[in-house]
């Protein structure tokens, strides 16, 4: 994850539940690669192309750990006891910026591999929110070591609030050692309302979790698709501004509490 100090102002325009923006600084980059196809011919008397293989020199610690035989083999790949520690501790977050991340996967800490099992720990910053983002390969427990924080999440189709029968935004204000759990796959976001810091520790039942920021990833597909889902609401226009503006996670925002812990006015 990439944190920014900027806080959504076109996007989140278009939600009720939306401030004015913090100015920030521009990010978009594409991370498309063109590809080419070669085919070729053979004929009945040609022999079959050897099947390429890696040597065992040249393959990562990871991917020899997710080879090895047995489980107990892998033990021998690592051979320090150090091998099986890992420091979480997120680094000092920059003036400026929303927060910052540590994660535990099997690329980072590869003793995770086979443990189907992974970490993060998050430092949040006053007024910043870790923004509208899915895990896709597991679910989370999120549990708040410091501080509070505003979580929301909404797990899928067909799920409704029984007062509204409208789509169900589950929530709820975290104080210290409280916990709550995002689903695999649902939409969910954290903001800080506070003055002093949120840390928060993630637990996820995979050593590969991943993430995907919601909004980031809306905006980089097809203009014309954007347009016709959001209607009237956008032109164009619109579309390309709000791509140069994206935040990718953790950004600042929130009148209020701007005004609050920073004497600034957005």
Known sequence: MIFTAAFLSAVLAFSDQAAAAVP??????????????????????????????????????????????????RFALLPDNKDFVINLE??????????????????????LVGAGAGMAVGVIKPCGINTFHVHPRSAELQILIKGSLV????????????ATGKRRVIRNTLSEFDMTPFYQGSVHHQFNPNCTDAVFVASFASEDFGTGQVVDEVFSMDKNAIIDTFGATLSGDDVERIKAGLPESIVQGVEVCMQKCYNHRV
Do not use: I, W
């Open 24 to 73: 920030h600084q521009a990010r978009y980059a594409s991370s498309n690669s063109a590809h080419s196809m070669h085919a070729s011919a053979t004929t009945s008397t040609a022999s079959p192309s050897p099947t390429a293989t890696t040597p065992a020199n040249q393959l990562s610690l990871v991917q020899q750990l997710m080879l090895a035989p047995l489980a107990a083999d």
């Open 90 to 111: 997120p680094e000092p977050v920059p003036a400026g910026k929303g927060g910052n991340l540590v994660a535990a996967n099997r690329k980072t800490f590869p003793a």
């Open 151 to 162: 979580v929301e999440m909404t797990p899928e189709n067909g799920v409704l609030d029984p």
